[in-house]
């Protein structure tokens, strides 16, 4: 089977001049080109080779909440915990099985597996108690609320 | 809100990674998709390309990023297929995020052993 170069459908039109994240990956798939790695997937290219899951995390007033990539895990070898404002990922992204030996012949393989760690400081006013995390589609996603003292609260102006 | 709004329309596409084997008579395609569920994903043959799509629903967000490394996108990839697979007999599984597609080879193509008669 024969697997064809992966052909660039749109190329992002400079949209902002201060998104420095765009310019970033703008950039990269420059890069890429000129060594010839024509942004082949995740797993190539000088910057996309990954060997964690990548994460985001986003704040706001009420809450904390996480998002990581794990494609192909679950959830038993998955391991989540929250210690003060530290969040930890553990797991284990297995190798996928090989078929029968001798028999099968690996074309390509882009996929990382093994063992990730990795700790996150989240700020001082998550509280441990309440987090909730679900698994679904290969993405992982925690929330963590915030302690009520420290959320703003609106205090209302009487006028008289 | 303008940027915002063309920044949607010009969406990247991701190449998914993939691993690509053959064992015994079938190729077996691995593909990983996180965040992309049954409804979002369309495969589709057409002569001899096979494209997979997986749309991703990006949260809506209004806080602060603290951390953004997960790239945003769709997944596009087109694999053009040998004439020894059997199209019509193309097998689709999504679990967890991975698609696994198996392609069997036709029966003509597979390796056969010629048995030597003893005269």
């Known amino acids: 089977m024969a697997i064809i170069k992966w052909k660039r459908a749109s190329y992002p039109e400079a949209t902002n001049e201060l998104d ?3 310019a970033l990956e703008r950039f990269q798939d420059d890069w890429d080109r000129i060594f010839g790695w024509s942004r082949f997937p995740e797993a190539s290219g000088l910057f996309d080779r990954s060997v964690s899951p990548s994460i985001d995390v986003v704040e706001t007033e009420q809450d904390v909440t996480l998002w990581a990539d794990i494609p192909g895990l679950e959830k038993k070898d ?14 284990e992204k297995k190798a996928p099985a090989k078929g029968e030996k001798d028999k099968n012949q690996v074309y390509r393989d882009e996929t990382w597996a093994g063992s990730f760690h990795r700790s996150l400081s989240l700020p ?3 509280d441990p108690d309440q987090v ?14 915030k302690k009520a003292e420290l959320k703003p609260r609106q205090i209302p102006v009487v006028v008289r | 809100m303008k940027d915002v709004a063309k920044r949607e ?12 084997l053959e064992d015994s008579g079938k190729v077996q395609v691995r593909l990983e998709m996180p965040g992309v569920s049954r409804e979002d994903l369309e495969i589709r043959v057409e002569g001899s390309e096979l494209t997979v799509v997986g749309k991703r629903q990006d949260a809506e967000t209004h806080g602060t990023w603290l951390l953004r490394e997960r790239r945003r996108g769709d997944f596009h990839k087109t694999f053009s297929v040998d004439t020894s697979i059997d199209l019509d007999k193309i097998d689709a599984e999504l679990t967890n995020g991975i698609l ?13 052993r010629v048995e030597i008669r003893s005269a």
């Open chain 1, 124 to 126: 001082d006013s998550v």
């Open chain 1, 20 to 22: 420095s994240l765009n």
């Open chain 2, 100 to 112: 696994t597609l198996t392609l069997p080879m036709k029966e003509a193509a597979k390796p056969r």
């Open chain 1, 132 to 145: 909730t995390a679900e698994f679904r589609d290969g993405v992982l996603r925690v929330v963590v609320a």
């Open chain 2, 9 to 20: 329309e010009n969406r990247r596409s991701l190449v998914p990674a993939s691993r690509v």
């Open chain 1, 78 to 91: 998955l391991e989540l915990s929250l210690a003060a404002n530290v969040l930890t990922l553990k797991g």
